[in-house]
């Protein structure tokens, strides 16, 4: 049972659910005729405009087959993004991990969802009936999550980008899967730091960058993973004014991946968005995969994406927030777990 304190689910031989990417985190998770969706950032740029799924995988929500349940791992708009989900029916059930007050399944409320469930964390969830969830939050004090699915004898541990917790060790020892972020995300850090030099920012990325891989590698080790699906990467910075940092800043590729683990004992699922892996170890490939290795391609590829300006109605150009506004956003977090592990602090505004 899942219920048990100690889980050890590990097959030689195994019939596993599909997965497929579907763009940066979210992933299509099909077993016994249900669908599971993580994480849907589809339709239209996040983070205020500035970032775009690449590479893309030119799929709407309306292409997606029948959706019986959505997981949400946190409030990051590549993770929660209002223009994808504003597409879902709003019947389908919602699944999020209960932090800070269950302020997610309250903004996910908001957006209409007439059946969100909040996880608390360690606890055994059925989603759409064939499939078996825990939610461990992160081990930060971010309001992340870790998800654990269960499909028959297959078992997946989603890191996504929460980093590790260790202390899901104490309830599942071994896992078939692990997902997990595999590179800095789109942001322009360090490139736009102007105190620096470029020696300095170089080194600052290719320590990050080493420093995902050596994780990837703990993930794997600790929960004796005999597969790897990086995911929660497949993004860029397509606005003109942050081309120069999209140039310029270093990221782990899917190739690097496969290098970094060639000698160790897991199966590296180097899957691009528009690509799936079958439990039975089958992969469907894009024809046009190889194109997206290539720099010049994606940078032109960026600059004729926001030249047609396909997404211009999700880009905000107002920005009105008010003192009120953020003074109320904070003080939500009264008597969370935030608020106890920052301790007494005064907050000036």
Excluded at 122 to 133: R, W
Aim: glycine share 4%; net charge positive; aromatic share 12%.
């Amino acid at each position: 049972s899942i219920k048990e304190a100690h889980l050890e689910i590990i097959h030689n031989n195994f019939k596993g659910p599909k997965i497929s990417i579907i763009s940066n985190a979210s992933m299509l998770i099909e077993w016994k005729g249900k669908r599971l969706i993580t994480d849907p950032w589809i339709e239209g740029p996040s983070v205020f405009g500035s970032w775009i799924q690449y590479p893309p995988n030119r799929i709407k929500v309306s292409d997606l087959p029948k959706i019986d349940a959505i997981w949400i791992s946190h409030e990051h708009s590549d993770h929660l993004h209002p223009e994808t989900l504003s597409k879902f029916d709003k019947n389908i059930p919602v699944y999020v991990p209960k932090l800070q007050g269950d302020r997610l399944g309250q903004i996910v409320k908001r957006f209409g969802f007439k059946d969100v469930l909040s996880m608390n964390s360690f606890e055994s969830f059925n989603i759409a009936d064939t499939i078996e969830a825990i939610s461990f939050k992160s081990a930060s004090f971010w309001n992340d999550a870790i998800l654990f699915l269960r499909t028959g004898e297959f078992t997946l541990l989603n890191f996504n980008d929460a980093g590790i917790n260790r202390n899901v060790k104490n309830k599942i020892d071994k896992v078939d899967l692990i997902s997990a972020s595999f590179s800095q995300s789109a942001s322009a850090y360090p490139s736009n730091w102007t105190h620096i030099d470029d020696i300095t920012k170089n080194k600052m990325m290719d320590d990050r960058n080493i420093g995902m891989l050596k994780v990837l590698k703990q993930m794997v080790k600790l929960f004796h993973a005999r597969f790897l699906l990086p995911i929660a990467s497949f993004n860029a910075l397509w606005l003109p004014e942050h081309f120069k940092y999209e140039r310029t800043k270093k990221r782990n590729s899917l190739n690097d991946i496969l290098n970094y683990f060639k000698d160790e004992n897991v199966k590296v699922l180097d899957l691009l968005p528009g690509e799936s892996w079958s439990g039975d170890n089958s992969i469907s490939r894009r024809e046009d995969r190889e194109k997206y290795f290539n720099d010049e391609f994606r940078y032109k590829f960026l600059k004729e994406e926001f030249k047609n300006n396909k997404h211009k109605n999700f880009i905000p150009l107002k920005f009105d927030i008010q003192h009120e506004d953020i003074k109320k956003y904070f003080l939500a977090f009264s008597n969370t777990d935030l608020a106890r592990y920052i301790g007494q602090m005064e907050l000036c505004l």
